[in-house]
């Protein structure tokens, strides 16, 4: 299982971006995390099939969707604000023989200017 994350970029506040998690095949659910300078790497959204799943502080800004024909999820990030800051990870978990395999991407950089 290979993850690319892609999309980051340095926006001012109020902007949108919208990061991508390309993978290298079928999977049912990715999460997206990100990390803040300085802080530890924090969950954001997941989606599960087609449901969706948005951390509570920013529901409402944060928007995660896919696209099966080309094995893609997207956040979409409205109105950005400087703590969203940060290097944004999407990850899967799969179980094989009883082990619990983890996939992180390489992250991608968003910089929110105030």
């Known amino acids: 299982v290979q993850l690319q994350a892609s999309g980051g970029g340095l926006v001012q506040a109020g902007e949108s971006l919208r990061l991508s998690c390309a993978a290298s095949?079928?999977?049912?659910?990715i999460e997206w995390y990100r990390q803040a300078p300085g802080k530890q790497r924090e969950w954001v959204a997941s989606?599960?099939?087609?449901?969706?799943h948005i951390e509570s502080s920013v529901k409402g800004r944060f928007t995660i969707s896919r696209n099966n024909a080309n094995h893609t999820v997207y956040l979409q990030i409205n109105n950005l604000k400087p703590e969203d800051t940060g290097a944004y990870y999407c990850?899967?978990?799969?179980?094989?023989?009883?082990?619990?395999?983890?996939?992180w991407g390489q992250g991608t950089l968003v910089t929110v200017s105030s």
């Open positions: 990850s899967t978990v799969q179980g094989r023989s009883g082990v619990r395999y983890e996939y």
């Open positions: 095949g079928s999977i049912d659910a």
């Open positions: 989606i599960i099939k087609t449901s969706a």
